[in-house]
Nanobody, 125 residues
Framework: QVQLVESGGGLVQPGGSLRLSCTAS????????VGWFRQAPGKEREGVSY???????YYAESVKGRFTISRDFAKNTVTLQMNSLKPEDTAVYYC???????????????????WGQGTQVTVSS
């Protein structure tokens, strides 16, 4: 059974740091692109950061320079280091793993996608 589990959320003061982890069981994360998304109350879910299976990384403008996404291959985990946190970073954070496999050049991809259950991040004084 495939499972993604987020951890590391909590309450932190503005300017503080948190480190979120997305740990997988039942699949090997380095074969997947992994994204972190967040959803604040009353708002739509938005993408925060993404790391490709090639380890290329991408960030939303709102977190660029403050957040860092990385892989820990030994632990089958993707982490999101969040520094200089702001109240507007408050949200439930979710990880998402996606892989497209092409059985042949002309074939449609076989898509595998999984979501974690989310972890709450609250930035408040």
């Amino acid at each position: 059974q495939v499972q993604l589990v987020e951890s590391g959320g909590g309450l932190v003061q503005p300017g503080g740091s948190l480190r979120l982890s997305c740990t997988a069981s039942g699949l090997t994360l380095d074969a997947y692109g992994v994204g972190w998304f967040r959803q604040a109350p009353g708002k739509e879910r938005e993408g925060v950061s993404y790391i490709a299976s090639s380890t290329n990384t991408y960030y939303a403008e709102s977190v660029k320079g403050r957040f860092t996404i990385s892989r820990d291959f030994a632990k089958n985990t993707v982490t999101l280091q969040m520094n200089s946190l702001k109240p507007e970073d408050t949200a439930v954070y979710y990880c998402n793993a996606v892989r497209n496999v092409y059985p042949c050049i002309e074939c449609q991809p076989i898509r595998s996608e999984y979501w974690g259950q989310g972890t709450q991040v609250t930035v408040s004084s």
